[in-house]
């Protein structure tokens, strides 16, 4: 039989589409692939199209040997406990673990660019889970640093294109965003592999964009003008607390803009071209695609 092939965070945006790259840009039999959730319920679709479903959660060990039984390699998607910095260390460090007992062979890992000292608050869970591969007994590892989604913009735009303000603690500097579904795609070629050994890549987009660029684009598609406002830190996670989100979040979410004022996500790579062989999506080409979440337009 051949190596089975684990996606955990299967029922997540990332992991959906890594199931849809493995199974269909990179034509991998679908009994070859594993998805596994605290939600099992939630891939009813995926097993009913072979995918075997499994139930996994990094809180629970117990339940490791039955999810991780035959599994040769492993994409450990970073959990989505934001609020909670120090609980989602623990269940990645549980998870690496499991993985190293129940005989995993390779894990690949998402991790965030250059997290060593970074500003950004959620950046110790990543950087302790990539500690925690490398003092780990798996034979082999792959790191994937991926910059921030395009998708992130979501959050943040409707309400600027609303007031027309855009409000941030950047500082004016510029990010090399990437497509999700790109980073989707850099997974499922990692975890699909044959690579061995220990490896990292940063994964950024083509371009590094200020705000403003992308405000002048964006607004550009929505006929509508939008005026990024740099204001400092603490303004920034006010105004967000303001606006209802639980200062833990808030300071999460500033802190992504002191990262980036700081230029830790600025460098453009072409680690992503090197592992998948095809170019990212430049941003005005993901916008054309996506106008309808900044529209409203289906």
Same mark, same amino acid.
């Not at 990010?175 to 850099?186: E, F, K």
């Not at 499922?188 to 592999?193: M, P, Y």
């Not at 964009?209 to 992308?214: N, V």
């Given at each position: 039989?051949?190596?089975?092939?684990?996606?955990?965070?299967a029922?997540?945006?990332?992991g959906?589409?890594v199931?849809?790259?493995?199974?269909?840009?990179?034509d991998?039999?679908a009994n070859?692939?594993?998805?596994?959730?605290?939600?099992?319920e939630?891939l009813?679709?995926?097993?009913?199209?072979?995918?075997?479903?499994?139930?996994?959660?990094?809180?629970k060990?117990?339940s490791? +040997?039955? =999810? @991780?039984s !035959?599994? %040769?390699?492993?994409?450990l998607?970073? #959990?989505?406990?934001?609020d909670?910095?120090?609980?989602?260390l623990q269940q990645?460090?549980?998870a690496?673990?499991?993985?190293?007992?129940?005989?995993?062979?390779h894990?690949?890992?998402t991790s965030a660019?250059?997290?060593e000292?970074?500003?950004?608050?959620i950046?110790p869970?990543?950087?302790g889970t990539?500690?925690?591969?490398?003092?780990?007994?798996l034979p082999?590892?792959t790191?994937?640093?991926?910059h921030?989604y395009?998708?992130n913009?979501?959050?943040?735009?409707?309400?600027a294109?609303a007031?027309?303000?855009?409000y941030?603690?950047?500082e004016?500097?510029g990010?090399?965003?990437?497509?999700?579904?790109?980073?989707?795609?850099?997974a +499922?070629? =990692? @975890?699909? !592999?044959t %690579?061995?050994?220990?490896k990292?890549? #940063?994964?950024?987009?083509?371009e590094s964009?200020?705000?403003?660029?992308?405000a002048?684009?964006i607004?550009?598609?929505?006929n509508?003008p939008i005026?990024v406002?740099q204001?400092?830190?603490?303004?920034?996670v006010q105004?967000?607390?303001?606006a209802?989100l639980?200062e833990p979040l808030?300071r999460?979410f500033a802190?992504?803009?002191?990262?980036?004022a700081?230029?830790?996500v600025?460098?453009?790579?072409t680690d992503?071209?090197?592992?998948t062989?095809?170019?990212?999506?430049r941003?005005?080409?993901?916008?054309?695609?996506?106008?309808?979440?900044?529209?409203?337009e289906?």
């Open positions: 039989m051949e190596s089975l092939l684990l996606v955990t965070g029922s997540g945006q990332l959906q589409a199931l849809q790259h493995l199974t269909s840009t990179l991998i039999p070859r692939i594993v998805a596994a959730s605290r939600q099992p939630r009813a679709s995926w097993a009913a199209k072979g995918v075997q479903v499994r139930e996994l959660d990094f809180e060990p117990a490791f +040997a039955a =999810a @991780l !035959g599994i %040769e390699r492993a994409l998607i970073s #959990t989505d406990t934001l909670r910095p120090g609980q989602r990645h460090q549980n690496v673990t499991g993985f190293a007992t129940a005989g995993v062979q894990v690949v890992y660019p250059h997290p000292g970074a500003p950004l608050l950046a869970d990543h950087l990539e500690e925690a591969l490398a003092a780990s007994e082999g590892w790191v994937l640093r991926n921030w395009f998708e913009l979501a959050m943040s735009i409707p309400a294109i007031s027309g303000q855009w941030s603690a950047d004016g500097q990010s090399a965003d990437i497509a999700r579904d790109d980073l989707a795609l850099a +499922a070629v =990692a @975890l699909a !592999g %690579e061995t050994g220990k990292t890549w #940063t994964l950024s987009g083509p964009l200020t705000k403003q660029q992308i002048a684009a607004a550009g598609v929505v509508k005026t406002v204001v400092p830190l603490e303004s920034l105004g967000m607390m303001a209802g639980p808030a999460i802190s992504f803009d002191a990262n980036t700081a230029g830790r600025a460098a453009v790579t992503f071209k090197q592992l062989g095809r170019e990212p999506q941003f005005h080409h993901w916008l054309e695609n996506h106008r309808g979440l900044f529209t409203g289906r």
